[in-house]
Each structure stands twice: as C-alpha cells, then as structure tokens.
C-alpha cells in the first residue's frame, strides 16, 4: 500500500527556516520522482520543487530559487524540502507526492501536479510576525 506523510510545518517569522519531510512507503525513491507543491484556499496547486529518482537532478520554481532546496534519503525513504528565508506568501498547506513514471527531466512536468499519481495530507506553513 502506497503512503506519503508529510510533516514539519509550522508556525515562523519571516526570515526564519523549516524543514519539511516526506515520508513515503509501498514504493522506492529508486524509482518514483518526488515533487513538492503548495497550496493556499481558493488558488490552485502549485509546484515548488522536483527530485529526479533516477539521477537526482532538482527543479524549483522562480519563486523559491535560491531559498528552498530539495533532498532524499533513500535508506529512510524519505524526501526533505529546506526551506530558508521564509517570506509571508510562502504561507501555504505542503503537499509531497510521488509520479508513477516520472517528469523524465522536464521541469514543465516536474512541477505539474498531474504528473503526480501519489499524495499526501499536506503539512501547514505560516510565516508571520
């Protein structure tokens, strides 16, 4: 059976840092691409990070470059979003999921959610003063 968790949201003040984890069973990070996506109400889901299964290659959108990075463990079989220098608009819910056959190095895909076949609950994020 398929599982993807996500956890380490939380409350912090613009500048601060947090870590999110995706914690994914019934599959390998061998072989599923693993993205990030956030969410505010009433906007679509948006993609904001990728990680290739096959050669790790990551992709990020323009408005988290540089401040978020994405990593894998896979003996834990779980994916890590970094995310520094947070600002108040990266307020949002955190989904992590997994893509059946992946975004095969197109970030177009990477970041879309249809690629992705496997979700999580999603974890909250707020940043404010």
């Known amino acids: 059976q398929v599982q993807v968790v996500e956890s380490g949201g939380g409350l912090v003040q613009p500048g601060q840092s947090l870590r999110l984890s995706c914690v994914v069973s019934g599959f390998s990070l061998d072989y599923k691409d693993i993205a990030w996506f956030r969410q505010t109400p009433g906007k679509e889901r948006k993609g904001v990070s990728c990680?290739?299964?096959?050669?790790?290659?990551?992709y990020y959108a323009d408005s988290v470059q540089g401040r978020f990075t994405i990593s894998r463990d896979k003996a834990k079989n779980t994916v890590y979003l970094q995310m520094n220098s947070l600002k108040p608009e990266d307020t949002a819910v955190y989904y992590c999921?997994?893509?059946?056959?992946?975004?095969?190095?197109?970030?177009?895909?990477?970041?879309?959610?249809?690629?992705?076949?496997?979700w999580g609950q999603g974890t909250q994020v707020t940043v404010s003063s």
């Open positions: 999921a997994g893509s059946k056959w992946g975004f095969r190095g197109s970030s177009w895909l990477g970041l879309a959610p249809t690629t992705y076949d496997y």
């Open positions: 990680i290739s299964s096959t050669d790790g290659s990551t």
